[in-house]
């Protein structure tokens, strides 16, 4: 086995030790931010402690117990923080929900969990509770932080603050702080249920020092300055955000400022400005589509400055990756490139961004490139629910594009035998609750959990070729990695999501959604009629546009592993029919069973036809 370590173990902590160490040592009027009457106001580190206090008296007087679990259904917003660290103080593991899962997913967690008190944001996630009460015997009171849905629910945020401020005792502060600080690292602080590309939810149970290592050990490698602003949008529920967006964040003196939603994102950079941010690589894609767009709509001089201003950074790039400085020639003709062109993308950030972290899916390594010749790094990192989550990252001194960077201190990092990456270390989970089979299952004799992905190291540095249950192995035997596949397809701009079939067939085809904003454009210029994106990609033109676009890119492939056929769907893969997780990633066996019959449809006029592979032109 090559195994990777990433150094000694940051000392055993907890997440109240993180959170008093934050509120005494920063002490700063702008812990959280948000966006309230059009502007954003600050919430200071005194008010917060204040509010989590009186939170966490609540929750003990109305009948929760140490080691209860109580479950936050909410957006990104201050409410949500503030739960969070009352129940952790208050000696209780939170489970936090998705706000989008549907109502039966929703029960299942609160059931499984076993959940005591829930804290709902909004009116419309109080009336999901309502509707499905009668099946959680175990839940005692629902919380809503909007006022408005107070009546659907048991009490507002807002008087349940009161009601914890008049049960505490005269001493209240030093009490909370003396039974927070009791908690031990090996306590569960949390439970993560994993929406999973395959399977029923698993909760997902993570110490104090699960998550407390992976903070030291991630403000370890990567850089703050102790006055940074970070903007919150991927969603709490997620660990990913959890961890960078919130722990790592606050346990560094990062003011958190809370973007409205995902649709403004980019206008909440303007309005905030942060030095910071944590995102999946969909952010990336989507701001890349948006600058490549924009060059090529702009006229034909703006074309040529644009591709003249790519190739002089992308040599410029080439130079600071291999170690070198920039000098000369190139070095002025890269101050002008900036100028003319990239400063106004660093300016759609809000002019101070220092670093982008990613993760969550493979980020595709030319938009990597792309950002970085622009002044904007990513760096991009690996990890799961189970390892709360980083397990590699790249950071300022160890950057290599096309990785997901170096173990981070107190991980190990292995290559099975067939492939697949095996980690250990303070960050793994103790296991999944109520499942002791699936968890021997994940985690071996040794320690060492399955990921599930297929990887390679070298130098140290982690590459992710694909996930192990997602190759397809077709009729002739053949293995065939989709991920790497599917990600060169999305490089075209009329791609904006595609999904390789072929497990057990004769050959691969692709499910390929388009970016119809940009293929509706091309068919006006062609004059093409159309009604609806359904009538839109049935046209023959479409067709073959298509499929130009999308095998484009996929000519150095073996004959194998190119998609022979492509089906154009009318619409994008959806959370809510369970073909996306959350965080937008695919989940194939959804997706192969809910377009059975468009797919086995290919199949069947491909054999009517003897199989004529497509053609790029």
């Known amino acids: 086995m090559v195994i990777a370590d990433g150094g000694p173990r940051p000392e055993p902590g907890t997440l109240n030790q993180l959170f008093f160490r934050a509120v005494e040592g920063y002490d700063k009027p702008d812990a959280l ?33 140490p080691g209860d679990r109580v479950a936050i259904l909410s957006e990104n917003r201050p409410e949500w923080a503030i739960a969070d660290f009352a129940c952790l103080t208050a000696g209780l593991t939170d489970v936090s929900v998705y706000p989008t899962l549907p109502a039966a997913q929703i029960e299942y967690i609160l059931r499984d969990s076993g959940a005591v008190i829930a804290f709902v944001s909004t009116a419309d996630l109080a009336e999901k509770i309502a509707s499905i009460r009668s099946n959680l015997p175990a839940l005692k009171s629902v919380i809503s932080f909007d006022a408005v849905a107070k009546h659907i629910a048991d009490t507002s945020m807002a008087d349940f603050e009161r009601q914890g401020a008049l049960a505490e005792p005269p001493d209240a502060a030093i009490a909370h702080r003396t039974r927070a600080l009791a908690v031990t690292p090996s306590e569960v602080a949390t439970l993560l249920y994993t929406s999973g590309t395959t399977g029923e939810p698993k909760g997902v149970m993570l110490t104090h020092d699960n998550i407390h290592s992976n903070v030291a050990a991630s403000r370890e490698v990567i850089p703050f300055s102790g006055d940074d602003v970070a903007l919150s949008f991927l969603p709490l529920s997620h660990i ?18 809370y973007a409205e939603s995902i649709d403004a994102v980019a206008d909440n950079m303007a309005e905030v400005r942060p030095t910071l941010m944590v995102s999946v690589p969909r ?31 992308d040599a410029w790039a080439d130079v600071k ?50 950002f970085y010749a622009a002044g904007l790094t990513i760096l991009e990192g690996y990890g799961l629910t189970e390892t709360s989550p980083v397990i590699a990252v790249n950071t300022p001194e160890a950057f290599r594009i096309g990785t997901v960077g170096m173990a981070i201190p107190g991980v190990s990092i292995a290559i099975a035998e067939d492939g697949e990456i095996l980690t250990r270390g303070p960050n793994v989970m103790v296991g999944y609750y109520n499942k002791p089979a699936l968890t021997k299952e994940a985690i071996d004799s040794d320690g060492w959990l399955h990921t599930g992905d297929i990887g390679v190291l070298q130098d140290g540095f982690l590459s992710i070729t694909d996930r192990k249950k997602d190759i397809l192995v077709t009729a002739g035997g053949k293995n065939i990695a989709p991920q790497p596949i599917e990600a060169r397809m999305k490089r075209s701009k009329f791609v904006a999501e595609a999904v390789l079939i072929g497990d057990k067939r004769k050959f691969p085809m692709a499910l390929v959604v388009p970016d119809f904003n940009q293929l509706e454009k091309w068919a006006r210029y062609k004059s093409l009629s159309f009604t609806d994106h359904a009538s839109l990609v049935a046209l023959p033109e479409v067709k073959a546009k298509m499929e130009r ?32 997780t959350p965080t937008l990633k695919v989940k194939r066996r959804v997706v192969d069973r809910n377009y059975k019959d468009v797919i086995d449809a290919v199949y069947l006029a491909s054999e009517a036809a003897g199989s004529a592979p497509v053609k790029s032109h």
């Open 240 to 257: 990913l955000e959890r961890m960078a967006g919130h722990y790592l964040m606050f346990a560094t003196g990062t003011s958190i400022a």
């Open 321 to 370: 990756l291999a170690g070198g400085t920039p000098r000369g020639l190139l070095a002025i003709k890269y101050s002008v490139a900036d100028r003319l062109v990239f400063s106004k993308l660093k300016e759609r950030t809000g002019g101070r961004l220092r670093y982008f972290v990613s993760g969550g899916a493979p980020l595709a390594p030319e938009i990597n490139k792309f």
């Open 549 to 580: 676009e999308t095998l484009a890119g996929l000519t150095d492939l073996a004959s194998f592993e190119t998609p022979k056929k492509i089906a154009l769907l009318p619409e994008d893969f959806s959370v809510d029919r369970g073909e996306l």
């Open 283 to 313: 952010l990336y894609e989507k701001m890349y589509a948006r600058v490549v767009e924009a060059a090529s709509s702009g006229g034909n001089i703006k074309k040529r400055i644009f591709s003249w201003a790519r190739t002089t950074a």
């Open 33 to 65: 931010q948000v966006k309230i009457g059009g502007r954003y106001e600050p919430i200071s580190h005194r008010v917060m402690l204040e509010r989590v206090r009186h939170v966490s008296y609540a929750l003990l007087h109305t009948g929760a117990n």
